[in-house]
């Protein structure tokens, strides 16, 4: 059973910035897509950046320009180094793995993270 453990969350005021971890219990390479999303109180959940399994990273639009996603594949963690927050920003990150080995369902996999807390205040 694949676990991603995210870290880094917390309060930050506005401007400030963070860097998420999320550690995987598995190599990185396993994965198709790794993935960053986030969830507002009363909100959808809504992917916030990925990236592909050759290291190509996407971004949405809210956070391009102010967010990175990046990979250490010896330590298969996943980081998401947030800049310049505001606001908007403020949710419970969630750290998502989808796509993998065929014996664990192929594209259908998917797994997901506990969360972690990002709070911004103004």
């Known amino acids: 059973q694949v676990q991603l453990v995210e870290s880094g969350g917390g309060l930050v005021q506005a401007g400030g910035s963070l860097r998420l971890s999320c550690a995987a219990s598995?190599?990185?390479?396993?994965?198709?897509?790794m993935a960053w999303y986030r969830q507002a109180p009363g909100e959808q959940r809504e992917l916030v950046a990925s990236?592909?399994?050759?290291?190509?990273?996407n971004y949405a639009d809210s956070v391009r320009g102010r967010f990175t996603i990046s990979r250490d594949v010896i330590k298969n963690i996943v980081y998401l180094q947030m800049n310049t927050l505001n606001s908007g920003d403020t949710a419970v990150y969630f750290c998502?793995?989808?796509?993998?080995?065929?014996?664990?369902?192929?594209?259908?996999?998917?797994?997901w993270g506990q969360g972690t807390q990002v709070t911004v205040s103004s």
């Open positions: 998502n793995a989808r796509g993998g080995p065929r014996s664990w369902g192929g594209d259908t996999f998917n797994s």
């Open positions: 598995t190599s990185v390479f396993y994965f198709n897509v």
């Open positions: 990236i592909s399994k050759g290291g190509i990273p």
